[in-house]
């Protein structure tokens, strides 16, 4: 059964700042990965995904990810971060076992960023 | 595009009585909806995946009679907790897949907060 793990909880960051939200998987079989955003009180938002191709992804708000395949890795990063990207940030995948189907997630990392 | 909606944003209700809550595609048509609940400071759990015209999958542990989802038509799932317990307060998220194309993405509707008194 496929796993992700964020191992950061919560991740700190001043304004201006790079930042790297780290996101490994577990799995035998093709995926397809994903990162959401989600503000307080809302629903998840779409960050960015890969589903086949270029391993360097770029998604909305300036946000890229790269797919390590070898390390079964999708770590997500922004050159130079705003307050405003303060929010919970979500790794998910999905499984070729699954049709694709199904999302599990990972268990999410809270950015801060301070001025 | 890929605009969904859920109804109501938040709801109270007294432990015992059922509440009905809908997710909409918007501007899509969605074969497939999924229901995931979040407790606070966690992650999403899948619930179950809402079928069009057919019953819906749920996942392990969770109870289809407490949880029923109904999917009549292409664009609206709803999720209907039956007799509701201050346990069953969460964070409720609805999910949908576009029919229309053979992606995988998911489209998460804004949530629906349940408090049951």
């Known amino acids: 059964a496929q796993s992700v793990t964020q191992l950061d909880s919560q991740v700190p960051v001043f304004e201006e700042a790079p930042v790297e939200l780290r996101c490994n998987y577990s799995s035998s079989v093709s995926v397809y990965l994903f990162w959401y955003v989600q503000y307080p009180n809302q629903g998840l938002q779409l960050l960015l995904k890969y589903l086949s191709g270029s391993t360097l992804v770029k998604g909305i708000n300036g946000f890229e990810a790269e797919f390590n395949k070898s390390q079964t890795s999708f770590h997500l990063r922004k050159p130079s971060v705003h307050i405003s990207d303060t929010a919970e940030y979500f790794c998910?995948?999905?499984?070729?076992?699954?049709?694709?189907?199904?999302?599990?997630f990972g268990t999410g990392t809270r950015l801060l960023v301070s001025p | 595009g890929a605009v969904v909606s859920q109804h109501p944003s938040r709801v109270i209700c007294k432990s015992g009585t059922s509440v009905k809550i809908e997710c909409r595609s918007l501007?899509?048509?969605?074969?497939?909806m999924f229901w995931y609940r979040q407790f606070p400071k966690q992650s999403l759990m899948l619930m179950a995946t809402?079928?069009?015209?057919?019953?819906?999958?749920?996942e392990q542990g969770v109870e289809k009679d407490k949880f029923l989802i109904n999917h009549a038509s292409l664009t609206l799932s709803t999720l209907t907790v039956t007799s509701a317990h201050p346990e069953d307060s969460s964070f409720y998220i609805c999910?949908?897949?576009?029919?229309?194309?053979?992606?995988?993405?998911?489209?998460f509707g804004p949530g629906t907060r349940l408090l049951v008194l």
């Open positions: 999910s949908a897949r576009d029919s229309g194309t053979s992606e995988a993405t998911q489209y």
């Open positions: 998910a995948v999905s499984e070729l076992d699954t049709g694709f189907q199904k999302l599990v």
């Open positions: 501007d899509f048509q969605a074969t497939t």
């Open positions: 809402s079928n069009e015209g057919s019953k819906a999958t749920y």
